[in-house]
C-alpha cells in the first residue's frame, strides 16, 4: 500500500492536530495522501480532489470520526472493494472501533496486511412508482419507512420472494442488514444480530397489533414492501443509513435485497464483536475483559 485516503468530520468536531500528527506519521514513511475537504482544511491545506474520487485513488481508507462519518465514506467507496480502518472519534462507535489511543499499532499492522478485513454485506433497494424504477440505492445500516410529523399510521404490505408475508399498520418499518441491527433497529426491539450472520431483520416501529414482531429471514430474501393506496395526501419518507432519503408515494413499492458488493472493514487486532457489545452497551461487569 503506498496510497492511502483519509476522511473526518468537519471542525470542530475533530482536533486539528489530531488530524496533523497522523498526516506527518504517514508522509515521514513516504504514503501519497488524499485528503477529504475536511481533513485538508483542518491542516490548513486544500483537496486535491473531491470525495467520491478518492476511493478510486487508494488502497486503504482511513475514516476519523463516527459510525455516520463512516457510513457516508462506505457509501462511495464500497464499489471500489477499498478497506476502511475506521477511527471511533465519536461517541457510540458500533463501526468504527479503533481507538484513538490504537490508531498507530493498528494503522501499522493494517499497513503490513497483518489485519482482518471483514466483509460487511449491504442492502440494495429500489423505489418503483407505476412500474417505473425511480430510485436505486445501496445501503450498508438500514433501509427506514416512516411516516411524517403530521401522518397518520402508515399501511404497507409486505411480500417476501413474492409470497404475501404481513400487513403492517405501524408509524414505520425498518429492513436493517446484521450490521445495522445495533442501530434504529435495536432501539425499535429488533434483535441483535452477528454481522458475519447471512440474514436481514424487519422491524417494525410502534406496531398497531402487538402481534407484529421483528422478524429474521435469509438474506437470500427479495423483499417487497408497499404503501398503501390511502397514503395520497400523507408525508411518508424513506431513510437511508439514516442520512439520505427520499418520498414514497400513495401506491410505491420499495425492493430490497442483499447487494453483490460488499464494505470491507479493517478489523482492529485483538478486538471481536462480543467485546464491542460488552462495551458499547455496557453488558456486566467485565466489559474491558
Known sequence: MKNIGLFCKPRPSVDPKVVSDLVQWLRERDYKLYMD???AESIGETATCSH????????LIIVLGGD???LKVARIAHSHSVPILGVNLGNLGFLTETTFE?????????????????????????LWRNGTKIQDFNVLNDIVINKGALARIVNLTVRVN???MTSYRADGLIIATPTGSTAYSLSAGGPIIHPSMQA???????????????IVVPDTSRIKVQLDKRHDDEDVRITLD??????????DILEAEKAQVSVKLVQAPGKNYYQTLR???HWGGTAES
Open 37 to 39: 475537504q475536511n481533513a
Open 52 to 59: 467520491e474520487e478518492i476511493p478510486n485513488l487508494c488502497e
Open 68 to 70: 455516520g462519518t463512516l
Open 102 to 126: 490504537n490508531l498507530y499499532p493498528t494503522l501499522q499492522s493494517a499497513l503490513n496486511g497483518e489485519c482482518e478485513i471483514e466483509h460487511r454485506m449491504l442492502l440494495n433497494a429500489s
Open 162 to 164: 413474492d409470497q404475501p
Open 200 to 214: 436481514l431483520v424487519l422491524s417494525p416501529i410502534c406496531p398497531f397489533t402487538l402481534t407484529n414482531r421483528p
Open 242 to 251: 439514516g442520512q439520505m432519503g427520499c418520498d414514497m408515494k400513495s401506491g
Open 279 to 281: 462495551k458499547k452497551l
